[in-house]
């Protein structure tokens, strides 16, 4: 990706979970980057294909979180590094991450494909540690995780430093 590219996509990461996909233009992304709208289309198309891009960056990061997880053959670590993966977000992309929420309801955007690989890792470490309904607890902790990370984005005074600790006691790890 050119250096140009790459700030039409930071520019419009910032518009969109600023303002929201639909109140920002491609020519107010335009403006924010330093750039002609031209350069937009050259290189995404339309305004979709900008957000495609964005959406795209974050599968791949949300990939990148979850490889350790998925890869982990301990049961407990498996849960141990779900529940404290918050951690591993970097603060300094707080822009990225709230855009990635904001979507989810903005446009309507159902995250369940991009967290399966994880959620099956949970069920199975579930599975082996013998709990009753394995997908259930998977889909409890999922849940939780989702809405810390939520609270956190939205700067709720939710304490996840309090939160991680009583999952980890919850799960006896």
Do not use: C
């Not at 996509?9 to 303002?19: K, Y």
């Not at 350069?39 to 990939?63: C, T, Y």
């Not at 199975?124 to 309904?133: D, I, M, Q």
């Not at 939710?158 to 790890?173: E, G, R, S, T, V």
């Amino acid at each position: 990706m050119t250096e140009k590219q790459e700030k039409i996509l930071m520019a419009a990461l910032q518009l969109f979970a600023q303002e929201g996909y639909h109140a920002t233009s491609t020519s107010k992304v335009a403006r924010a980057a330093g750039v002609s709208e031209g350069l937009i289309f050259r290189h995404f198309k339309n305004k979709e294909g900008l957000m495609q891009a964005i959406l795209d960056e974050g599968e791949s990061r949300f990939k990148s979180l979850f490889a350790d997880i998925v890869l982990e053959t301990d049961p407990k670590e498996v849960i141990r590094k779900t529940i404290t993966i918050l951690h591993k977000v970097d603060v300094s992309e707080y822009d990225f991450w709230k855009l990635q929420f904001k979507l989810k309801w903005e446009l309507e955007i159902n995250g369940d494909k991009k967290m399966e690989p994880l959620k099956m890792a949970l069920v199975h470490a579930f599975s082996k540690l013998a709990y009753e309904s394995p997908e259930q607890e998977a889909d409890l902790l999922l849940v939780f995780i989702d809405g810390i990370a939520s609270a956190m984005l939205k700067g709720s005074q939710l304490d996840a430093d309090k939160l991680i600790p009583f999952l980890l006691k919850k799960y006896d790890l």
